[in-house]
């Protein structure tokens, strides 16, 4: 059995910083990269003031933080993934822009390593087979706040073998979060039943039904969601909404799936939601302002 002691975070963005800090809490070495430098950074600050949370409530101790932050290493190439034992991947969910990430990455990589992708949509199985090593590449999905979020999807590839498989559900575990097996259908089980929500949410306010904040407080209040759908559509990042919905209308070719134009359009305005100040809210004040 594999067992993982180093792993590689490939995208330092919102995914990328809570894999960190889990992984690191846990007592694995962590790299992380990222292609955007300056993302690397911002990326250490976030994991150091989500871990400063966690010790205000008692969750961590002071030298658990220090020992966490201690093992993230920054990497500024591919090659810092070399002896690494399982890469996962969270870049921008694009198959493209995924695929070439991983064609550049296994070269870097011992050939025993792992890869992971932290994929909320796309097909296990192609993204497999833009690597050298489609039986050790599995979807190990983590929910959004990584630290908070209890449950990871394993997804396997038509090729991922069973050694790959026990290893990543013992990865899984030894960070203290629950497995929940899917098969490889576009979005999985999570991303499959949320986001034609989201996005039903958003045809709502698109065809005049509610306001923004009339649809999330319905949604909270008359459905007992923890947050609106459209103030989770940012929280998630409505390109990354955008992204899901395309695959899972082009995967299932249903038009039932079909993306919302209103999403389609903030997404052109590069409102992305929180990651960029603005989306169904504006953030740039000290409360959040709905945009419609
Ligand atoms: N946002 C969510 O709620 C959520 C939840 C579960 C899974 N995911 C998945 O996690 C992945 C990342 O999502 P996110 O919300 O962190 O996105 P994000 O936009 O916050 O971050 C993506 C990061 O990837 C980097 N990147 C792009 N191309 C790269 C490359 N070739 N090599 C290295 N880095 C590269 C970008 O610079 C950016 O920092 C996506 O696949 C997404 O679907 C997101």
């Known amino acids: ?76 190439d591919l090659e810092g993934f070399s002896d690494t034992d399982l890469v996962i991947e969270a870049v921008t969910e694009n198959e493209t822009i995924k695929r070439k990430a991983l064609s550049q990455l ?47 999807e394993l997804v396997r590839g038509i090729a991922t073998e069973d050694e790959t498989f026990e290893a990543a559900r013992n990865f899984v575990s030894k960070l203290g979060k629950t497995v929940a097996v899917s098969e490889d259908f576009p979005a999985f089980m999570v991303n499959r039943i949320l986001l034609p929500m989201i996005n039903e949410a958003i045809y709502t306010l698109y065809e005049g039904v509610g306001t923004v904040d009339s649809i999330d407080t319905a949604m909270r209040l008359g459905a007992n969601h923890p947050m609106g759908p459209l103030q989770l559509a940012d929280f998630i990042g409505l390109d990354t909404c955008l992204s899901i919905m395309q695959v899972l209308h082009d995967g299932l070719a249903d038009s039932k799936y079909r993306p919302c134009p209103l999403l389609v359009k903030y997404v052109e305005a590069g409102w992305l939601g929180r990651k960029t100040q603005r989306g169904f809210y504006d953030y740039r004040g000290a409360t959040p302002v709905p945009t419609r």
């Open 1 to 76: 059995m594999v067992e993982i002691r180093s792993v590689g975070v490939m995208g330092a963005g919102q995914m990328g910083s809570g894999i960190a800090h889990v992984c690191a809490l846990a007592g694995l070495d962590v790299g992380l990269y990222d292609v955007a430098r300056d993302r690397l950074e911002a990326c250490l600050n976030v994991v150091s003031a989500n871990l400063s949370r966690q010790v205000a409530s008692k969750k961590i101790t002071e030298e658990q933080r220090r020992e966490a932050l201690s093992r993230i290493k920054l990497l500024t």
């Open 106 to 152: 296994c070269p870097e990589l011992k050939p025993e390593a792992m890869i992971g992708t932290n994929t909320s949509s796309v097909s296990i199985t192609r993204l497999a087979a833009s690597t050298d090593r489609p039986e050790r590449f599995i979807g190990i999905h983590f929910m959004n706040p990584v630290p908070v979020m209890q449950l990871v």
